[in-house]
């Protein structure tokens, strides 16, 4: 099994890639060890020490480190314990999937139907590229709300991306957004 490596704008998170599938459909998110539990994948990960954070999307693995971590001392360890994995056949995810996203009834649905398919055909396909996920988390009074996932979180260039180009992207195609904002996990 080879597996390669990407960088992503934030220097803090790496991209892995195994060469097969990792989730069926959808994306997870474990901001922490203790958030692990349903991932025996994602546990193996946290358990090479030095992790803050394991992000798996369909055909990636983005592992963000502590601070003081060095990527030339942990990548071996991350590297082997993803390599063990998935040649011990072991599940990624246990238990059932991804929760899928709530339905959105009311006034605004038409708004929040637009917003969550522009998310999806013109934002997610370009994060996912960097190794992180952005999904819809409200819509109230002209301000969209998403929760940045995996590279994103905590990306020196994340609050660029979200302003400059998600905003000014569901600006341009639905007058009712006003603004942006990004909320906390």
Sequence with gaps: MFIQTESTPNPATLKFLPGQAV???????????????KSPLATRI??????????LGTDFITVTKAEA?????IKPAILGA????FQSGALVMEGEGQAAHAAHDGEDSDIVNQIKELLDTRVRPAVAQDGGDITFHGFDRGV???HMKGACA???SSTLTLKMGIENLLRHYIPEVLEVRPVAA
Aim: proline share 5%; net charge negative.
């Design 23 to 37: 989730l069926e459909m959808g994306t997870a998110d474990f901001p922490s060890a203790e958030t692990a539990g």
């Design 46 to 55: 946290f358990a090479t020490g030095q992790v803050t954070g394991v992000f």
């Design 69 to 73: 971590a060095d990527w030339q001392h």
């Design 82 to 85: 993803i390599m063990e994995h």
């Design 144 to 146: 969209v709300y998403l």
């Design 154 to 156: 905590g990306c020196p």
